[in-house]
C-alpha cells in the first residue's frame, strides 16, 4: 500500500486547508485511513480516522474545527481543518491500517505511512 498526500501548506491563524490522501497498490486490506500529526518535539497522535464503513473519530478537541470524509471508490481520505490555531503547526502523516486474514485462520494487523505534509499556521 502506498499513500500519497497533498494539501499541506503556509497559513495564518483562523484559516483553513484541506489534506488530502490517496492510497494505492494492494487496497483490499484496508480497514481504516486516518491522519496523524506530529510537532517538532512532540510525539505522533493520531488527528482522526475514518473507517470503511463510514465511521469516524477524532483526536482529544479536534473535533469541532477537523472533519474528516472519505470516498472508498477512490481509496481517498479528506481532513478539513478550520479555524487553525498555531498549535496546529504539525507534519501530518497520512496512515492506512490494514487488516490482513490467512487461510489458516490466523491474521494480522499492518500500518502504512505517507510521507507528511508540513501544515504551518503562523500567528
Known amino acids: 500500500v502506498q499513500l500519497v498526500e497533498s494539501g499541506g501548506g503556509v497559513v495564518q491563524t483562523g484559516d483553513s486547508l484541506r489534506l488530502s490522501c490517496t492510497a494505492s497498490?494492494?487496497?483490499?486490506?484496508?480497514?481504516?485511513l486516518g491522519w496523524y500529526r506530529q510537532a517538532p518535539g512532540k510525539q505522533r497522535s493520531m488527528v482522526a480516522t475514518y473507517t470503511r464503513g463510514g465511521n469516524t473519530y477524532y483526536g482529544d478537541s479536534l473535533k469541532g474545527r477537523f472533519s474528516i470524509s472519505g470516498d472508498n471508490a477512490k481509496n481517498t481520505v479528506y481532513l478539513q481543518m478550520n479555524n487553525l490555531e498555531p498549535d496546529d503547526t504539525a507534519v501530518y502523516y497520512c496512515?492506512?491500517?490494514?487488516?490482513?486474514?490467512?487461510?489458516?485462520?490466523?491474521?494480522?494487523?499492518?500500518?502504512?505511512w505517507g510521507q507528511g505534509a508540513q501544515v504551518t499556521v503562523s500567528s
Open positions: 496512515n492506512a491500517d490494514c487488516q490482513v486474514d490467512y487461510p489458516d485462520g490466523g491474521g494480522a494487523s499492518y500500518d502504512y
Open positions: 497498490g494492494d487496497t483490499r486490506c484496508i480497514t481504516a
